[in-house]
């Protein structure tokens, strides 16, 4: 597996097994899962959210956060997530790279 002869831009990786009866095998990704090149479906990034965020908020708030990020590109303004800005006033400003910032 030769990865350093991928162009760039992408981030390959390799993962070859040996069984204990001596096959083996291996595959490449050149492109991961979440890459421009190989984009996340929406429920994949549920699901990813949901494992990462399981042991640290409870399933309700899960589903706010969710429901939240699920109407941004509808929003005038935006705060945290969770709601939980102590009332502060923000807004949205795009960045020099084209990033959106949330100004407070």
């Not at 969710?66 to 960045?95: P, S, T, Y």
């Amino acid at each position: 597996m030769g990865l350093n002869n991928y162009t760039s831009g992408s981030y390959p990786a390799a993962v070859k097994l040996i069984l204990r009866s001596g096959e083996s095998g291996g595959v490449e990704v050149i492109f991961p899962k979440g890459h421009p090149d190989n984009p996340m479906s929406p429920a994949e990034v549920e699901a990813k959210f949901r494992a990462c965020a399981r042991s640290r908020i409870s399933s309700a708030r899960q589903e706010k956060v969710i429901g939240k990020a699920r109407e941004l590109e509808n929003l005038a303004r935006c705060g945290r997530a969770d709601g939980r800005f102590g009332g502060r006033r923000n807004r949205l400003e795009q960045g020099l790279n084209g990033a959106t910032w949330i100004v407070t």
